[in-house]
């Protein structure tokens, strides 16, 4: 099973930047797709941004031109770079990896890392 440490969350005021990082634990060039979700306590858990094994990412309409997700294959890391960050974005922040093993879809996930975003 594919093990992820997410970093780098905390609190940043309105108009802020932060970059939350995702290391696993095997090559990230043998999972299908990285991904970042978020989830504000009672809601569900929704997708954030995502990068596939090939480079392809898309996000959120409500993130696009804020955030970048992006990929340090030596360093099997993926970073989800936020600027200009509302207080609508805070949230626990969870890194996910889709993947095949023993002919089985996969998924894993992080521990999360919590974003605040107050002034």
């Known amino acids: 099973q594919v093990q992820l440490v997410e970093s780098g969350g905390g609190l940043v005021q309105p108009g802020g930047s932060l970059r939350l990082s995702c290391a696993a634990s095997?090559?990230?060039?043998?999972?299908?797709?990285m991904r970042w979700y978020r989830q504000v306590p009672g809601k569900e858990r929704v997708l954030v941004a995502a990068?596939?094994?090939?480079?392809?990412?898309n996000y959120a309409d409500s993130v696009k031109g804020r955030f970048t997700i992006s990929r340090d294959i030596a360093k099997n890391t993926v970073f989800l770079q936020m600027n200009s960050l509302k207080p609508e974005d805070a949230a626990v922040y969870y890194c996910?990896?889709?993947?095949?093993?023993?002919?089985?879809?996969?998924?894993?996930w992080g521990q999360g890392t919590q974003v605040t975003v107050s002034s």
């Open positions: 095997t090559s990230i060039v043998s999972i299908n797709a």
């Open positions: 990068i596939t094994k090939g480079g392809i990412t």
């Open positions: 996910n990896a889709n993947y095949w093993t023993s002919g089985w879809n996969r998924d894993s």
